[in-house]
């Protein structure tokens, strides 16, 4: 059973700030909490190499107590945490776990766009690799409050969703981005770009763009019949709509600026380099400066019905 929500930990702000994210979450989804601290050598019986691995033990496991502390400050002291070490590389790690995860969590560094893009990072391989949809945080990055409880006039800041035209995952992003307005109680905001400005022909075979399909009240039309039946299954999330001549990745970063979470799809299955697949997805995840949460292109279809049943129970009751 997919009950679990796991997060990788390495002691780093990112990494606080993903754990009391990926906290909050897993309290809210009635499920537990898997810290998962990678890439520590196991201990050695001989020699300096010996000592080398008992000081990176204890500190993988003083890092794990103290995330242990940090996810029960974020999301009370009920909520079920399960720590693990491991010696496998942080990527692997996390993606095994992820099989039978509802999410991922990662930090990231946000340490500029392409150069991440170019020599890799831990979010980017799990975002590839993983069967679950996988939530980046940046950081610094506090858990906003229940809109409920902002104590001010001001709407609370949206979830933003980007649509892109692609089929086989329409239907999985929208189904975690409007469980996730309905967890946070605030409307969702979809972003379609219908058609691309004039780009190099050398890149046109790499970069992904929204469909060419005419005029924009067409590409409105278009999103509004595969937004209908999701706001009839979530009648209490305010839906609004933006239809651009834009890349997608600008026409999301955008509107995502008063936002405080961003869903994108994936197609990338890691067959091809990251750089060159999923490019608006990951553009977003680049640059964003608000948790993102990748859809990849298979989703577990019992990972939404799982989130869809907890959102309508709670709502319900």
Same mark, same amino acid.
């Given at each position: 059973m997919n009950? +679990?929500?796991?997060? =990788?930990?390495?002691? #780093?702000?990112?990494?606080?700030?993903?754990?009391?994210?990926?906290?909050?979450?897993?309290?809210?989804?009635?499920?537990?909490?898997?810290?998962?601290?990678?890439?520590?050598? $196991?201990?050695?019986?001989?020699?300096?190499?010996?000592?080398?691995?008992?000081?990176?033990?204890?500190?993988?496991?003083?890092?794990?107590?103290?995330?242990?502390? %940090?996810?029960?400050?974020?999301?009370?002291?009920?909520?079920?945490?399960?720590?693990?070490?491991?010696?496998?590389? $942080?990527?692997?790690?996390?993606?095994?776990?992820?099989?039978?995860?509802?999410?991922?969590?990662?930090?990231?560094?946000?340490? =500029?766009?392409?150069?991440?893009?170019?020599?890799?990072?831990?979010s980017n391989?799990?975002?590839?690799?993983?069967?679950?949809?996988?939530?980046?945080?940046?950081?610094?990055?506090?858990?906003?409050? !229940?809109?409920?409880?902002?104590?001010?006039?001001?709407?609370?800041? !949206?979830?933003?969703?980007? %649509?892109?035209?692609?089929?086989?995952?329409?239907?999985?992003?929208?189904?975690?981005?409007?469980?996730?307005?309905?967890?946070?109680?605030?409307?969702?905001?979809?972003?379609?770009? +219908?058609?691309?400005?004039?780009?190099?022909?050398?890149?046109?075979?790499?970069?992904?763009? =929204?469909?060419?399909? =005419?005029?924009?009240?067409?590409?409105?039309?278009?999103?509004?019949?595969?937004?209908?039946?999701?706001?009839?299954?979530?009648?209490?999330?305010?839906?609004?709509?933006?239809?651009?001549?834009?890349?997608?990745?600008?026409? %999301?970063?955008?509107?995502?600026?008063?936002?405080?979470?961003?869903?994108?799809?994936?197609?990338s299955r890691?067959?091809? #380099?990251?750089?060159?697949?999923?490019?608006?997805?990951?553009?977003?995840?680049?640059?964003?400066?608000?948790?993102?949460?990748?859809?990849?292109?298979?989703?577990?279809?019992?990972? %939404?019905?799982?989130?869809?049943?907890?959102?309508?129970?709670?709502?319900?009751?």
């Amino acid at each position: 059973m997919n009950n +679990y929500v796991v997060v =990788g930990v390495d002691g #780093s702000a990112s990494s606080r700030s993903a754990v009391r994210w990926a906290a909050s979450y897993a309290a809210s989804q009635a499920t537990s909490l898997v810290l998962v601290h990678a890439g520590v050598s $196991p201990e050695l019986s001989t020699g300096d190499d010996a000592g080398r691995g008992r000081a990176s033990s204890a500190r993988a496991r003083s890092t794990l107590a103290t995330s242990r502390v %940090i996810a029960h400050a974020a999301a009370g002291a009920s909520l079920p945490v399960e720590t693990v070490l491991t010696p496998a590389p $942080p990527d692997e790690a996390l993606t095994d776990w992820g099989k039978n995860a509802c999410m991922i969590v990662v930090g990231s560094r946000r340490r =500029g766009g392409f150069a991440r893009a170019v020599l890799g990072s831990v979010s980017n391989v799990v975002a590839t690799h993983a069967l679950c949809p996988v939530a980046v945080v940046p950081a610094p990055h506090p858990v906003r409050p !229940p809109s409920s409880d902002t104590g001010t006039d001001a709407p609370p800041a !949206p979830v933003v969703v980007g %649509i892109d035209f692609s089929s086989d995952t329409d239907d999985s992003v929208l189904a975690v981005a409007f469980a996730q307005a309905a967890r946070l109680g605030v409307g969702l905001h979809a972003v379609h770009a +219908y058609t691309p400005p004039d780009s190099s022909p050398a890149l046109s075979g790499y970069i992904q763009f =929204g469909p060419q399909r =005419g005029p924009s009240a067409s590409a409105q039309r278009w999103l509004d019949s595969i937004l209908a039946p999701w706001s009839h299954k979530y009648p209490a999330v305010e839906i609004t709509t933006a239809v651009v001549d834009d890349y997608p990745s600008h026409a %999301i970063l955008a509107d995502a600026t008063h936002a405080q979470l961003i869903v994108v799809g994936s197609r990338s299955r890691g067959a091809i #380099s990251p750089l060159f697949t999923g490019s608006a997805s990951r553009a977003v995840l680049h640059h964003a400066a608000i948790p993102t949460i990748i859809v990849p292109s298979i989703t577990r279809p019992t990972d %939404i019905a799982t989130e869809q049943q907890s959102t309508d129970q709670r709502s319900s009751g």
